[in-house]
């Protein structure tokens, strides 16, 4: 068996890897010039693709990618694999990336304070690698000038979701279910140590405080993004606090709907229900706003950062101009959130957002 097909066998083994384009393993033409970069290959590694923001932006990517072979007359192969919540796995599907000559890598870090070992393989092959959706530090991302990052700026997420809650607490009496002009708050936060998580939390709550709304935290569990482990915390967090919970801050969508299905599994009437308020607007999530299940959410990008990320790595695997990019600090490309309540959910629905 030649070398190639030995690396595609493994890949398979370990079932992890998705090729997106026929062809996966036919080698990349090197890009002297723009003009005869005729294919191009780019891997992609995910922290977790049972993720349904990640799962949701990488479906965004794939869509793309017909429009830019048909804009460029490039073939562009891509593999997408999944680090299954494994640093180490990570590590060695973007080692057989870089031995297969991808030409540009994205990466989905699993363990964003963890980036070394990516980074020195990558230089070492002269491979341009783009750090998506979990940041590591600027001091990691400076160490080497082909390292990039495509996002969103967390706390702008975390003041829209204050924002949206502020309004509701001050044009709707009822959500003070105790009339006792203060917002009883409990937290569903994701990952311990994600930028998203920790600076969400911190700028919603600062944000309520700065509209004049008196809060009082009463309670937080750490959901990692994930719907069920919400439906745990917030089962637990009712038990402990019932009909004093006024609020719920979710840091994404997921973990809204955990708190949802917990109320529904506790058999709460909906009309007793607290606020509750996500982050991402996934399909899922824009559906319960529309429900009127979620009080609201905030639009993370991922139509935005997957073209943002194809473009950023069409160029750098071509050599290409990165000068329309608008890159911050020569670095980074970061999608303004938005936010979204009952009355213009349909238009994201729809993907006309404003
Ligand atoms: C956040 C997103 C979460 C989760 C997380 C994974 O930006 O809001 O739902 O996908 O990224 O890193």
Redesign the pocket.
């Known amino acids: 068996m030649g070398e190639m097909m030995k690396k595609k066998s493994r890949w398979w083994r370990k079932g992890i890897c998705l090729c997106l384009t026929a062809g996966i393993l036919t080698g990349c033409q090197d890009a002297d010039t723009k003009e005869n970069v005729k294919s191009i290959r780019i891997g992609v590694t995910v922290?977790d693709q049972y993720?349904?923001?990640?799962s949701q932006l990488i479906e965004c990517f794939s869509a793309d990618l017909s429009n830019k072979e048909k804009e460029t007359g490039t073939v562009i192969h891509i593999e997408v694999c999944n680090a299954a919540d494994s640093q180490t796995t990570q590590n060695s599907q973007v080692e057989d990336m870089l031995e297969n000559g991808c030409d540009v890598i994205c990466v989905n870090l699993v363990d964003r304070t963890e980036p070394t070992t990516i980074i020195d393989m990558a230089e070492k092959k002269n491979i341009p690698i783009i750090f998506f959706?979990?940041e590591l530090v600027e001091e990691d991302l400076k160490r080497w000038d082909q390292l990039y990052y495509v996002g969103a700026k967390a706390f702008e997420s975390g003041v829209m979701q204050g924002e949206v809650a502020a309004e509701i607490f001050q044009s709707d009496e009822s959500v003070d279910k105790n009339q006792d002009g203060v917002f009883q708050y409990v937290v569903l936060e994701?990952e311990a140590g994600?930028q998203?998580a920790i600076v969400r939390t911190e700028y919603a709550v600062s944000t309520l405080m700065e509209h004049q709304v008196k809060v009082e935290k009463l309670g937080y569990g750490i959901a990692n993004?994930n719907r069920a482990q919400a439906q745990t915390k917030m089962t637990q967090m009712l038990d402990q606090h019932g009909a004093e919970i006024e609020l719920v801050l979710a840091n994404?969508d997921?973990m809204a709907l955990g708190a949802v299905d917990a109320l529904k599994a506790a058999q709460i009437a909906r009309e007793d229900w607290p606020v509750i308020m996500g982050?991402?607007g996934t399909d899922v999530g824009l559906e319960a706003v529309k429900q009127g299940e979620l009080a609201g959410t905030v639009y993370?990008d991922k139509e935005g950062q997957a073209f943002a990320m194809l473009n950023l790595a069409y160029e750098l695997a071509t050599g290409g101009e990165l000068s329309g990019l608008e890159l911050e600090d020569g670095k980074y490309i970061r999608l303004p959130y938005a936010k979204v309540e009952q009355e213009d959910v349909e238009q994201y629905q729809n993907g006309e957002k404003p």
Request: charged share 30%; net charge negative; proline share 0%.
């Open positions: 922290y993720d349904t923001f990640i959706n979990r994701g994600h998203d993004w994404n997921d982050i991402d993370n």
